[in-house]
């Protein structure tokens, strides 16, 4: 199990820097004081450790289905308090709708998602559910720190759209795959 962690970590971080670089890494983002992006990858990275420290505890450490469930939904709007109350002032670039970011999130999300879903198997069917929710939080967290590593824009309305819509997107998706893939079949 362990190399089967090792080699899903590797693959992920490889997959997202590759895409990552691929979208033009930091060169969007150069416009922007570097002080603001520290704080904002910083806020996000901070998110996405909490929430991947949630995702891999035992179920026998006592953490309850409901502490889960609510890490999970209160993910996309600590992010985005997190963001709008750090981004800092400078002349921003045009602020666009975000569907670039979105998918660029999502991409960079899927195959930690995926593999952290294959990981887990056999769960309650009641803690599933809300398992998945945080693996879908976490994984949205971690590329929401690569998104805003290259991303200058920090208004509301693309931060909203580009940048947390995924998270939530993912939250749900967590969830339905969780109740579905991760359940103990009954006997």
């Keep these: 199990m362990d190399l089967a962690r090792a080699v899903i970590v590797v693959v992920s971080l490889a997959s997202a820097l590759l895409l990552f670089d691929l979208a033009g ?27 991947t420290w949630l995702a891999l505890v035992r179920p026998r450490a006592g953490l309850a289905p409901a502490h889960l469930a609510a890490s999970a939904m209160a993910a996309p709007l600590v992010l985005f ?3 709008q109350l750090f981004h ?22 899927i195959i930690p998602f995926a593999g952290v879903m294959a990981l887990h198997r056999a769960v309650s069917a009641v803690r599933a559910g809300p398992l998945g929710a945080t693996v879908g939080a976490a994984c949205g967290a971690w590329a929401g720190v690569v998104a805003a590593l290259g991303c200058p824009r920090t208004g509301a309305v693309h931060v909203l ?18 109740a579905r893939l991760l359940t103990t079949p009954a006997r």
């Design 25 to 51: 890494g930091v060169e969007h983002a150069t416009q922007r004081p570097l002080g603001v992006t520290v704080r904002l990858a910083g806020g996000w990275s901070m998110a996405a450790v909490v929430l």
């Design 81 to 83: 308090a997190w963001t």
């Design 88 to 109: 800092g002032s400078y002349d921003e670039p045009r602020d666009g709708a975000g569907t670039c970011c979105f998918a660029l999130m999502l991409l960079l999300a």
């Design 161 to 178: 759209l580009g940048h947390v819509s995924p998270v939530g997107v993912l939250v749900a998706a967590g969830a339905l795959a969780g």
